[in-house]
C-alpha cells in the first residue's frame, strides 16, 4: 500500500492483537476444530503465544474461549 494511504487509513485501522487475544483465539479455534489434529495444532498455537503470560492471563483466555463454546 502507498505509504500515503496507509497514513491516512491509520486512525481507522484495527489495533494489533494483544498476546492474550492470540491465546483466546487460539484456545477457540482448538475447541471448535472440526477434527482432533487441528485442534492439537491450535492447541500448540495457543501454548507458544502463552509463553511470558501469567497463570492469571492464561485463566482468563481460558474462561474466556470457553464462553465461546455451543454447549
Not at 25 to 42: G, K, N, S, V, Y
Not at 43 to 60: F, I
Not at 65 to 71: N, P
Request: glycine letters at 2%; aromatic letters at 8%; proline letters at 8%.
Amino acid at each position: 500500500m502507498n505509504p500515503i494511504f496507509a497514513q491516512a487509513l491509520a486512525p481507522w485501522a484495527p489495533p494489533a492483537p494483544t498476546k492474550t487475544d492470540l491465546v483466546t483465539r487460539a484456545l477457540i479455534m482448538a475447541l471448535t476444530a472440526p477434527d482432533a489434529a487441528r485442534a492439537q495444532e491450535c492447541a500448540d498455537l495457543a501454548e507458544h503465544w502463552a509463553q511470558g503470560l501469567t497463570e492469571a492471563e492464561v485463566e482468563a483466555c481460558k474462561a474466556e474461549a470457553s464462553g465461546y463454546v455451543w454447549r
